[in-house]
């Protein structure tokens, strides 16, 4: 079995979660605990451009500590490595939910709660439903990545379209199936 260490603490891998533009998640097991490592990686992405992504992961992760919205704890952090270790929040992703027409009002009324948080601090989390785990009718934002807000980056003008059955989600679904 596979296995991957945060500050020589190892764990084992149990699955590949996603990429992101960023990074890899894993979800992770040590002494019967599930965690998500994610471990950084430096392939390039045509649409956003980056500086040091551990250090931006740690300042995001502390930015968006502090407004309370729900979100897993950062654990621990090797600087060396590039890699985070996450608690793990089980769930679906609003990605899958939205996809089997199951997006129900409430997880809508919760981003926008959150959303009504982050604004007014001048910041925008990353929309796509991919990001977002629904786990006992609660939604979490598991990415930690977050940006000065720019409207058009906010969920009524770009996440919203990927929150349900849109053309939108479909196109990403066909072009990412395999």
């Known amino acids: 079995m596979e296995t991957i260490k945060v500050n020589e603490k190892e764990f084992k891998i149990i699955k590949l979660l996603g990429k992101g533009k960023g990074g890899y998640s894993y979800l992770v097991s040590y002494d019967k605990e599930k965690y998500v490592v994610k471990q950084i990686h430096h392939e390039p992405c045509e649409y956003y451009q980056f500086g040091n ?3 931006a992961e740690l300042s995001d992760y502390n930015k968006l500590y502090s407004t309370g919205i729900r979100m897993p704890k950062m ?7 590039e890699r985070i270790l996450k608690e793990f929040i ?4 609003i990605y899958e939910l939205a996809l089997e027409d199951k997006v129900r009002p409430s997880y809508i009324k919760q981003i926008k709660n959150m959303c009504e948080i982050l604004y007014p601090l001048n910041i925008n989390i990353d929309y796509f439903p991919t990001n977002f785990i629904v786990s006992n009718e609660l939604l979490w934002y598991i990415d930690y990545e977050c940006n000065d807000y720019m409207e058009e980056w906010n969920f009524e003008n770009w996440g919203i379209k990927y929150w349900s059955k849109t053309p939108e989600l479909i196109e990403y679904y066909n ?3 395999n």
């Open 53 to 55: 992504k551990i250090e």
């Open 75 to 81: 654990l621990d952090i090797d600087m060396k490595n």
């Open 90 to 93: 089980e769930g679906y992703t």
């Open 175 to 177: 072009k990412n199936k």
